[in-house]
C-alpha cells in the first residue's frame, strides 16, 4: 500500500504547488520534505492531503481498516543547507523504525526532535493527548 498512497500524497501535495523533495514512513507516520508556496498555508495543504489520501484508503477499508490519520501534524522549517542531511532523514525512516532503541515509535522521534532542538512549550501531555 505504501507506495501508492505515497504517490497519492505526492500529487495532492503537487496539486497545491508544493514540490515533494522527499516522502517516507514508518508503519504508524509519514515524512514528508517538501515545499511550500507563498500563497498556501501548511495548513491547507495538509488537510487537503489528508483529505484525498483518505478518500483513496476508503475502498480498501477491509484490508486496511485500521487506518486513519491523527486529528493532528508536526511541521518544520528546514534550511536549505542541510536540505541532504534531511532527505537521508525522511528517506530511511523504515530502516530507524525497525531497529529497537531510541527512535523505534512515533512517540519517541517527535519527543527526541522536540528537545534536541529546544522547542519552548513542548509539553507531553498536549503533543501526546490520552484519547
Known sequence: MEPELFAIMVSEFQNHGCQVLEIGGSDDHVHVLHTLPRAKSVAQVMAAV???SSRWMFPRAKQ?????????YGTFSADYRHLNKVRRYVRNQRTQHATPGKLDTFKKEY???????DYPDFTPEYVFPTP
Open 111 to 117: 519527543t527526541a526532535m522536540l528537545t534536541e532542538y
Open 50 to 52: 489528508k483529505a484525498v
Open 64 to 72: 486496511y481498516e485500521w487506518f486513519e490519520w491523527q486529528d493532528g
